[in-house]
């Protein structure tokens, strides 16, 4: 591991004093920073802790609720009203990782956590163009059990590793986000980059950016939810595909609907053309598979993923039926 | 400042890339807690700090600086008799190299803490009511700890028999 310096940050002001100066990066859990800067992948000069900064779970006026950054995600995942209200990103955090990990991992290192691409995490032994601009990629020509069918490109097909960061796709959370200049909000959907020609860019953030909050807004139908999470072991491993939904019916015709997918994209998937094909329908096994082959129109499948697109079918297609079964 | 280890003060690494596994194994003869893959896939080297299960091998010992860190030497009887749980692994043959062991017991007793104060885990069919530890809750609750040698049978029936104790 590289040399780098250490500060403890008391606040948000202070962080941002800390974090302004250099090659830096902010530390919250260090669950993925402190595993890269071991490989070798993260070579920062300076560390700003954020875990002393104050981690409240409030619930908003309007019905919403605001999640300071440094909130473990096991926090979130048992607080109360996440559970009855949200009940897809307590169990999209349950789905991730390790109870271990989740007592340390902080909810805005679980939104800018990097990739868990193979190729990303071996600069001796693999080309990576998101880790070294321009210089190929060992990827997608290699192992792509893991990687992207939907919004990649021919520069990177890596997936964004979080599960929480897909309930919160579906719930159309805010990321509030302290820069230089102020304090700004950003959609979820918005947060993250598709890879394009510049992979290495995977997020909206500013140098010296810091994530304050996550704001959830007030969402009724959010109680009718929930996310399924398929994997090569029942516990403790990253997604191939996952599924958050939140589903309501009323007089018999699907009333409010949201669907984001997790391990097919290199960002959380909102899959608003699946929405737009379930919204005032009867529900049904044929109407859930129309809304899945909808979203996969512009899918494009690896050598090692073909499997996915057709997991996907069928498990939207079991998640809707198992939420509009309990509304019917 | 300090880190509280097992009731003793310890004094902060001055290098920030020392781990908390490393502080605790290499530079003050704590051997109890395991190096296992160093990457936070295994939960060999779990300890608990203020109560709380975590990886000392993703923890950076300055990121403890004034917290309580319990490790598998700080969890025996003070007459220097194991702490029953451990009583209990022996029992149920829940370990076979052991090596995972003191991660396992770490692990065991913070989840048992999680689970009595309500948590819910990924198997826990209504999260509006309080869990019941049973089989697959222990187990998906103890998935971040592996065990190579496959003693998983008896690390559950352990945590069970210690449960059944510690109600009595």
Sequence with gaps: ?328 | MAIIINGSDYAVPADPRVSLLDLLRDRLGLTGTKLGCNQGACGACTVLVDGQRILSCLTLAVQVDGREVRTIEGLGQEDGGLHPLQEAFIRHDGLQCGYCTPGQICSALAMLEEAGRGDPSHVTADLSAAPLLTREEIRERMSGNLCRCGAHNGIVEAIEDYMAGADA
């Design chain 1, 1 to 328: 591991m590289n040399p780098f310096s250490y500060g403890r940050a008391e606040d948000v002001v202070d962080a941002m004093r800390q974090g302004a100066n250099g090659a830096g990066r902010f530390l919250g859990g260090g669950t993925n920073l402190v595993d890269l800067m071991r490989q070798n992948v993260e070579k920062p000069s300076a560390l700003v802790d954020l875990t002393g900064l104050p981690a409240a779970i409030e619930e908003a006026q309007d019905g919403g609720m605001l999640i300071g950054a440094s909130v473990r995600n096991g926090t979130l995942a048992a607080h109360p009203a996440v559970r009855t209200r949200y009940p897809l990103l307590s169990r999209a955090l349950l789905s991730g990782a390790s109870s271990q990990i989740r007592n340390m991992a902080t909810v805005g290192g679980n939104i800018l956590q990097r990739t868990r691409c193979a190729y990303f995490y071996d600069p001796e032994g693999a080309r990576c163009n998101k880790r070294q601009p321009g210089s190929g990629c060992d990827a997608i020509e290699g192992f792509t059990r893991y990687h992207a069918i939907l919004g990649g490109s021919g520069q990177c097909v890596a997936t964004h590793p979080s599960d929480m960061c897909v309930a919160l796709a579906a719930i159309g959370a805010d990321v509030q986000v302290m820069g230089t200049s102020g304090e700004r909000t950003i959609p979820i959907v918005d947060f993250h980059r598709l890879p394009g020609d510049r992979p290495d860019l995977e997020t909206v953030m500013e140098p010296g950016d810091l994530i304050t909050a996550i704001r959830l807004p007030p969402l009724p139908a959010a109680i009718h939810s929930t996310y399924r999470k398929v994997r090569d072991r029942s516990s403790y491993a990253f997604a191939l595909i996952s599924v958050a939904a939140i589903l309501d019916v009323k007089d018999g015709f699907i009333d409010s609907i949201r669907v984001a997918f997790g391990g097919v994209a290199p960002k959380p998937w909102r899959a608003l053309r699946a929405e737009a094909v379930l919204r005032g329908r009867a529900p049904s096994e044929a109407v859930f598979r129309e809304a899945a082959d909808a979203e996969l129109v512009e899918a494009r499948t690896l050598a090692g993923n073909g499997f996915k697109p057709d997991l996907l079918r069928r498990t939207l297609t079991a998640v809707l039926g198992e939420l509009a079964e309990k509304r019917a």
